[in-house]
């Protein structure tokens, strides 16, 4: 800086010039390295951290600079076992009491989806990439699941037995071992909606047992009951041995692979594997008796101590690598989050935040007056779709606007005039109607919206699809259920959700939920009532069967012809991740193909869309940087009602050149910014030659 100030300060037409060619350098680096210095900008950390509040069911937003909390969501009932996750603008909270998963927009601090998973331990919720992998292992699958609905994408993965431990390293591999000692590499592919496998290997030694801890490429394997520690994927051919040790093995959930710690609380024992040698630590002799998971932060390892109320700190060798780290409780768990690390004691109403250098200082974790909020209440009113072009009209697909110094793409605005002034749907009841081996049928009702002329109504849980929706002109509709491969009928959870439709616009969605308990279906037929009059004389009991009165059945006006909502017409979406335009296939089912309305494909996430034949087979569709929602969207004939087929997404990834975006996302405009800088370049060698003039002259 001060030799930026020493040349810009010298004088005259020479600092003039310098000026001019710094200025053109800098709008030509901006032209060329703006997207590199916008992307940096928009990923930039939100200097916030969620934490679990196990005793309340709640997750708290904690501000690291002042120490105190931000946010509180009620995620679950009391006594839960939350799990966190935070990725692209997204919250996804397992419960492992319930087996419930919720995923919150942190954009609104709204549940845009729920899913249920088998409650206990063999569940497991993995982020990586834009993707959200359900792991259930007692059942051996892998489903991909949208990260916004978390309805299943694609096809799952099966292992055809009960995997040990499954993990995701920093490049968005899938690693798995099974009971067998069989270790894969799966990677997800978006083009064909599946899991590709990469590597399979055979570990003697490994088991049920076994657990894994990824790292940036790659996995360490430790199956400890046999002495067995294997890395694989990382580039190090590490292979080593040590002395068994039995009991549970809690590794850490992630680290370098040059340094990966794992407790054996049964042993008193902490296992690092440093540079691919085994050290087993006996941190019982470190006051630290039941050793809980471990974490790496500033190559140190630290540990918390179950039942001893601190965190006791190693450095690479074993040995103590600083002072013991109190915390306000015995059910110890570390969180790492943006370069700090996180002592949290889920129900203490304090914590302890480890600074980058290993300072530490209390945070408050629970503040009794800041109010609790509802991911499941109302949304505000949203902006409704632009109406229906008309059918000689030429499509013109939003591009929307663009933040030149960011580089993201924002949807067009709509005059708030345009708002839409349907309300949610309330008193949203769900009852079951009918049950058999295959399917639950069940009738949700809701009170009227004034404006409306329909309803668009959806189910979600851990049934088979993890969605069913249903249109309806009345206050009611029915939703079918599948039962089969899941125990969803028998203890699920229904998430239902009811939004009103003016016919060129939806209102905000109402939404309720409903636990589904087993039994055989009860049919109840009122008998017929017999009555028996006496006469006298002659003394003749004379019997009368009266019938019920028949059942009196209003009918409502049918429905807008659409075909049905959420049905299978995507297969599969093709082209390279890096390709902004990729090519929709599609199979449309005989009520979509015959369908008497107009059809289009949308890119629902950014507003692109492109008209079809309602049965066509293939489309282009144009997509932009990230996860893209792609959907059929069905009008009816008379303008009165839309339904969407379910949904597939496609994620654009930026092409890399030696680090560097080899693409330019579309709407950054950058050669006007680099043709003024080498006019200004121009201008700096003018001033230069003309002030040599003056010296000659």
Not at 547 to 567: F, I, M, N, R, Y
Request: hydrophobic fraction near 35%; proline fraction near 9%.
């Amino acid at each position: 800086m001060r030799l930026l100030r020493r040349l810009v300060g010298s004088g005259g037409r020479e600092s003039a010039s310098f000026g001019a060619a710094l200025l053109g350098v800098l709008l030509l680096a901006g032209a060329a390295f703006g997207h590199g210095i916008s992307r940096t900008s928009v990923e930039v950390s939100d200097g916030l951290t969620w934490l679990g509040d196990d005793q309340r069911g709640e997750v708290v937003q904690v501000n690291p600079a002042s120490g105190k909390p931000q946010t509180r969501l009620q995620i679950s009932g009391a006594d839960a076992q939350l799990e966190i996750a935070q990725e692209d603008g997204r919250l996804i909270v397992l419960d492992r009491r319930s087996g419930q998963i919720t995923v919150i927009d942190l954009s609104t601090l709204l549940a845009s989806g729920r899913r249920q998973a088998p409650p206990g331990p063999g569940s497991k919720v993995l982020v990586a990439g834009g993707h959200v992998f359900v792991v259930d292992r007692a059942a051996g699958t892998v489903h991909t699941a949208d990260p916004v609905t978390l309805a299943d994408v694609g096809t799952a993965w099966q292992a055809g037995q009960p995997l040990a431990d499954v993990v995701v390293d920093e490049r968005g591999v899938l690693w798995l071992v099974d009971h067998g000692g069989t270790l894969r590499a799966l990677e997800w592919s978006d083009d064909e909606e599946r899991f590709v496998e990469r590597s399979h290997r055979s570990i003697s030694g490994a088991g049920p047992r076994t657990v894994l801890v990824p790292h940036d490429t790659g996995v360490t394997l430790m199956g400890l009951d046999a002495g067995v520690v294997v890395q694989d994927g990382t580039g190090s051919a590490v292979s080593a041995t040590t002395v068994s040790l039995t009991g549970e093995v809690i590794a850490a959930q992630t680290s370098p692979d040059s340094l990966v710690p794992a407790s054996v609380p049964d042993a008193s024992t902490v296992v690092l594997v440093v540079d691919g040698q085994v050290i087993r630590v006996d941190v019982g002799a470190l006051g630290c008796p039941k050793p809980g998971r471990p974490a790496v932060f500033r190559d140190k390892v630290y540990v918390p101590c179950r039942g001893s109320g601190k965190v006791i700190i190693l450095d690479r060798s074993g040995k103590r690598g600083g002072d013991d780290v109190a915390a306000p409780g015995d059910d110890i768990q570390l969180v790492f989050d943006d370069g700090r690390l996180f002592v949290n004691v889920p129900g203490s109403s304090t914590g302890v935040l480890v600074d980058a250098d290993g300072s530490t200082r209390s945070v408050t974790i629970r503040s009794p007056e800041l109010q609790v909020t509802n991911p499941d209440r109302s949304p505000l009113p949203s902006v409704p779709p632009p109406p229906p072009p008309q059918p000689n009209e030429p499509i013109k697909p939003p591009r929307g606007n663009t933040d030149s110094s960011s580089g993201v793409v924002t949807p067009p605005s709509v005059p708030s005039s345009s708002v839409s002034a349907l309300a949610a749907p309330t008193g949203i009841s769900v009852r079951e109607k009918s049950r058999n081996a295959s399917t639950l049928t069940v009738t949700v009702s809701w009170t009227a919206v004034a404006g409306s002329v329909g309803y668009v109504v959806t189910g979600s849980g851990s049934f088979t699809g993890g969605s069913k929706s249903a249109q309806s002109a009345s206050t009611s509709a029915d939703l079918a259920l599948p039962c089969g491969g899941t125990t969803f009928c028998t203890n699920g959870r229904l998430d239902v959700s009811v939004a009103a439709s003016s016919g060129s616009s939806t209102g905000p969605a109402g939404t309720a939920s409903w636990t589904v308990t087993g039994g055989p279906p009860v049919t109840t037929t009122p008998p017929p009532v017999t009555t028996t009059t006496t006469t006298t004389p002659p003394i003749v009991p004379t019997t009368t069967t009266t019938t019920p009165p028949p059942v009196t059945t209003t009918t409502t006006p049918p429905p807008p012809s659409l075909p049905p909502a959420g049905a299978t017409v995507i297969t599969g979406i093709v082209g390279t991740q890096t390709s902004y335009q990729r090519t929709v296939n599609m199979a449309p089912p005989p009520a979509w193909a015959s369908h008497n309305g107009r059809c289009e494909v949308v890119n629902t996430t950014y507003g692109y869309s492109t008209p079809i034949a309602c049965n066509a087979t293939s489309a282009r569709i144009d997509l932009d940087i990230g996860i893209n929602r792609i959907v059929v969207r069905a009008y009816a004939a008379s303008g009165s009602g839309q339904v969407d087929s379910a949904s597939r997404s496609a994620t654009v990834r930026e092409d890399t050149c030696g680090g560097k975006p080899c693409q330019i996302p579309r709407s950054i405009e950058t050669a006007p910014m680099g043709v003024g800088g080498l006019g200004l370049l121009a201008c700096a060698y003018l001033l230069r030659i003309g002030r040599r003039r003056e010296e000659e002259e």
